[in-house]
């Protein structure tokens, strides 16, 4: 029975990883979509995108708030709760909807997406992922009521933490090519600290997670 459990909380692992990715992405998309929904004039090729300020006005606000809304959705995740699923469910659907939204207005209006399409791509991945843990033969032994043992939690959590805090560090690598560069430079020490905080944070976990009896 032991043996068959293993699979599916590594299932669940995985819907915490990737949830926690999501929530850092779109948290991410809000705060660097700040400076064209408020300035874009102010940013050469982004000028083109002046007749739609408000509109990025609007991804902003709900990018931020759905973004915050998801870290005590993913918290739930872990421990447990009752509505858990359901509230994952809306965060990834309006983050989906959001991230579409920006990412065909954009490719639209300027030609280009990115960084909004990869957003929209592991929005959408992680929510397919959520969907198909709904199947009855993973959803009948797959609880998102239950909190997870100590063990699971902390490695869980730890894992989770380092995949995030490795995406804040290589940032800049990534996002270079596009306009974010600019927000990344202003952002740098922010970001590092913050990339530096969970990869510590998370390896801790991990480490704790080893040592604690299953």
Same mark, same amino acid.
């Given at each position: /029975? $032991?043996?068959?459990?293993?699979p599916l909380l590594a299932l669940r692992v995985i819907a915490v990883i990737l949830m926690g990715l999501t929530v850092l992405f779109t948290l991410m998309a809000g705060a660097g979509t700040t400076c064209v929904a408020f300035a874009a004039e102010k940013f050469g090729s982004m000028a083109v995108l002046v007749p739609?300020? &408000?509109l990025?006005? %609007?991804? !902003? !606000? !709900?990018?931020? +708030?759905t973004g915050v809304w998801g870290i005590p959705v993913l918290l739930s995740l872990v421990r447990g709760s009752a509505k858990a699923y359901r509230n994952a469910l809306i965060v990834l659907v309006i983050g989906a909807l959001t991230a579409g !939204?920006? /990412?065909?207005v954009s490719q639209a209006v300027r030609g280009a997406s990115a960084p909004a399409n990869v957003r929209f791509y592991i929005t959408a991945f992680t929510l397919?992922?959520? *969907?198909? *843990?709904?199947?009855?033969?993973? &959803?009948?032994? %797959?609880?998102? $009521?239950?909190? /997870?043992k100590s063990g699971a939690k902390? +490695? +869980? #959590? #730890? +894992?989770a933490l380092i995949v995030c805090g490795l995406v804040l560090l290589t940032t800049y690598f990534w996002t270079a090519p596009t306009h974010l560069a600019v927000w990344i430079d202003v952002l740098r020490g922010p970001i590092l600290a913050g990339? &530096? #905080?969970m990869l510590l944070a998370g390896s801790g976990l991990l480490a704790s997670a080893v040592r604690t009896p299953a």
């Open positions: /029975m $032991t043996e068959n459990k293993k739609y300020k &408000w990025y006005q %609007i991804f !902003v !606000v !709900v990018s931020l +708030a !939204v920006h /990412m065909s397919l992922v959520f *969907l198909l *843990l709904r199947l009855p033969p993973l &959803w009948a032994r %797959i609880d998102f $009521t239950q909190p /997870m902390k +490695a +869980a #959590g #730890g +894992a990339g &530096w #905080g």
